[in-house]
């Protein structure tokens, strides 16, 4: 139930940044922001995925010969939360990063899709932190699922501003 109301409230959302009028964007830099603010994500994530490894190693939960060779004990699932996250952040983020970098060269965007930039790396940022604080599957999922939509309208609002 929660899920489908997370759910309907991010599609109002997504069609309401659709909707709205693109103005458009003379400065790259308006693209640039989210992108970097998805790449200080992953180098946090990347950093928190160190810290609990570190951490996990002092105290005992976890053997360094596992983060060495990957054959001993596999540590606490808690331990490897961050690393599946960072893993995440290096995977489906390809997609987002390609389609900004493809706007940015032909010049081709406009508001909207600024916004719809700002949508995916929220998503992503609640993502990981469902992933790495109580990692409850339904609501990541969602995150998840919010993330690929609006990623899958970015690419069609590119392919359609720029194949027409």
Do not use: K
């Not at 190693?57 to 490897?80: K, N, Q």
């Amino acid at each position: 139930m929660m899920i489908g109301v997370v759910f309907a409230a991010f599609t109002a959302v997504l069609v309401t940044v659709v909707r709205a009028t693109p103005a458009p964007v003379v400065q790259g830099a308006a693209l640039i922001q989210p992108i970097v603010a998805l790449v200080v994500l992953t180098a946090i994530v990347g950093l928190l995925m160190a810290v609990y490894r570190n951490v996990a190693v002092i105290r005992g939960a976890a053997s360094a010969r596992y983060f060495r060779t990957y054959t001993a004990e596999s540590p606490a699932e808690w331990v490897e939360r961050p690393a599946r996250a960072y893993m995440n952040l290096l995977e489906l983020p390809v997609l987002f990063y390609v389609v900004c970098l493809l706007m940015l060269a032909t010049g081709r965007f406009d508001s909207v899709q600024v916004s719809l930039a700002w949508v995916f790396v929220i998503a992503r940022c609640v993502h990981a932190f469902i992933h790495i604080a109580f990692n409850y599957v339904p609501l990541r999922f969602a995150a998840f699922l919010a993330g690929v939509v609006t990623l899958a309208v970015m690419w069609t609002r590119f392919a359609a501003q720029n194949l027409s």
